[in-house]
């Protein structure tokens, strides 16, 4: 078979459908979460400042390090195991330890990080959560204990998942040491592939839930903007159905208004996009865990639509209200641009009818100068003809009076006079 040349992003693009591999979790362990994202409204990240933040992190146990362009790093860290993923906005570190701790969610596992490096991250941590992986307990009740003993009992969801093969629980909130806290009761029989598919799923969920609700606090910045904006366009349009003048002034405001929700669509577009990027990213995750309830406890899908999407949809209706005023204002200064042109034309009209009434006068004040000027030219025609021909007459011996000569001769040069300024006014 003869070479084919491959597009130059075959590979690539083959091979990041496997980027981000599943962890391969034993039970029991315990997992360590974090999750850092630029400050401030910054987007891309840094890839260079996370691979040098991961390999400090990495020569500090002596481990290998990653190719130059992962985007994924998974191996030994000491007597752990390390999991790193780099992603548009945001870095995540996950740490399983061997075994389980005595204490439940025991914030030692953190300590793993050395404090200095946590400190000089490229970024700050916007979520971080602590995850105890341990054998399924033969009844509910050893299950209902253990959740009694560290979640909250009016916010914790509980759920089994993929055909009862494990169980996850969680309350989503932050403890006293910082962190949030997932349970996973793993079935004997499960594998350890799939318990690193469930745990990976469940850190997707909440760096996603995260990431998407970052855009809540925007969203109702831009609402309370966007009240005063609407109190001034409302105003401004009243202004047009109830006066007839000052059009120029209000179009040059609504032009303002118009240039400010633009500056606002801009600065919030990204993150309203990503938002409800994320917010579905999250709702796949919480489908592919194919829930079932536990002893009449909400699952993480009712946990999600009742304090969740309720976020989201704040952040979409901010959005829509954002276009939809941006698109009024528009509207609004689209109709007044038209009286405001119309008002133009009525004026041009106006100026054109008061030129065309001045050149008219122009015309015939011109065509009086020009009688005038025949006329004037005309004497001082006779009178040059009269100093020429009267000494001629006399030579010739013809007795003609002087004002006689003249009199003759007018016609004929008055008519000369005349023809000559007509040709050039034709002419012009």
């Known amino acids: 078979m003869g070479e084919i040349t491959d597009h130059p992003l075959r590979y690539p693009m083959a091979n990041e459908l496997h980027a981000r591999p599943f962890p391969i979790v034993n039970v029991p362990c315990n997992a360590a979460f974090l999750a850092i994202k630029r400050p401030k409204d910054a987007i891309n990240r840094d890839r260079e400042a996370d691979r040098a933040h991961l390999i400090a992190l990495l020569d500090r146990f002596g481990a290998s390090h990653p190719p130059l362009d992962a985007t994924h790093y998974y191996g030994d860290l ?23 701790a005595q204490r439940p969610f025991d914030p030692v596992i953190f300590d793993q990080f050395p404090a200095d490096w946590l400190q000089e991250a490229p970024g ?24 009694q003993d560290c979640f909250v009992a009016e916010s914790i969801a509980v759920s089994y998942t993929l055909d009862k093969s494990a169980m996850i629980a969680g309350d989503f909130r932050i403890d006293t040491a910082g962190h949030l806290r997932f349970a996973l009761f793993v079935d004997p029989k499960t594998g350890a592939r799939r318990v690193g598919r469930i745990m990976q799923r469940l850190t997707e969920i909440e760096t996603y839930k995260s990431m998407s609700m970052i855009a809540l606090p925007l969203a109702r910045k831009l609402f309370k903007q966007m009240g005063e904006i609407d109190v001034r366009v409302s105003e401004l349009v009243g202004e047009m159905a109830g006066s007839s003048g000052g059009e120029e002034a209000r179009l ?25 990027a ?35 949809r704040t952040v979409e209706s901010c959005q829509e209200q954002l276009e939809q005023m941006a698109a009024r204002v528009m509207r609004a200064a689209q109709l007044l641009r038209t009286r405001v042109e119309v008002a133009r034309s009525a004026q041009n009209q106006d100026l054109l009818e008061s030129m065309d009434k001045r050149a008219d006068l122009q015309l015939r004040l011109q065509r009086t100068v020009e009688g005038l000027s025949v006329v004037a030219i005309s004497y001082y025609g006779v009178n040059l003809v009269s100093y020429l021909g009267v000494p001629l007459v006399k030579a010739l011996g013809l007795g003609v009076d002087k ?14 006079v005349w023809w000559i300024v007509r040709r050039i006014r034709k002419a012009h």
């Open 78 to 100: 000491g007597s752990h195991r390390l999991k790193w993923e780099l992603h548009t906005e945001f870095v995540t570190y996950t740490l399983f330890t061997h075994g389980v």
């Open 124 to 147: 700050v941590r916007v979520s971080s959560a602590l995850i105890r992986i341990i054998e399924m307990p033969k009844t509910q009740e050893l299950v209902q204990e253990q959740l």
């Open 252 to 276: 040059s405001q609504l032009l303002a208004v118009s240039a400010e929700l633009e500056d606002l669509m801009a600065k919030s577009s990204f993150r309203f996009g990503a938002a409800r």
């Open 278 to 312: 994320y917010s579905a990213i999250v709702s796949q995750r919480i489908s592919a865990l194919r829930e079932e309830r536990f002893s009449g406890r909400q699952t993480f899908f009712e946990f999600m639509m009742r304090r969740y999407d309720p976020a989201m």
């Open 403 to 416: 004002a006689i000569f003249a009199a003759l001769v007018t016609p004929v040069v008055f008519f000369f």
